[in-house]
């Protein structure tokens, strides 16, 4: 089994707001930078496996990503994941409709949603990012909660996604 050497997830929120008034402009500043590093284990900053794929989906279709067996790593291992600590999903700027995340109907993996038909609607070029450095993550339990179901929202063209995850096993 590989050994994670370290990860590291982060993002940046920058803005400018500016306003003129009598004779000068105030300007306000806004900024945030959220930054997650995880190395090999298994409690709160740490992971062991990783998953990176980009997929695409017909018009109308869906598929449900096992995460409990059903995926494999880089050296084409199987990743039975016990624990989701980051899930990132980055729908294609060409993509038309949008990359729905959730809404298993049977086995899902709903630790992240309030509940089991919670869908999240990434819109093209969005990006959907969630990270739980603790030492629960998102928990998944083979068999019964371990499908993570991703949709193509409407018909007459493809989606493509990017995702990624950082789990335990």
Known sequence: MPTLSG??????FSAL??????RRQA???LGFNPNYVFTDG????????GFLDDR????????????????????????????????????????VNDVLVGGAGSNGFVTPFGDPTDVIKVKPGGMLLLVAPDA???GVTATTGDLLKIANSAG?????YTIALLGTL
């Open 7 to 12: 990860a590291s997830i982060g993002a940046t």
């Open 17 to 22: 707001l500016l306003n003129t008034l009598d």
């Open 27 to 29: 300007q306000d500043s």
């Open 42 to 49: 298994n409690g709160a900053n740490l992971a062991q496996q």
């Open 56 to 95: 695409t989906l017909t018009a109308s279709s869906n598929e449900s990503l096992d995460l409990a067996g059903g995926l494999s790593d880089g050296f084409g291992a199987s990743i039975t994941f016990t624990k989701i600590k980051v899930l990132l999903i980055k729908a294609a700027d060409t993509n």
């Open 136 to 138: 629960n993550g998102y």
């Open 156 to 160: 007459g063209s493809a989606v493509t």
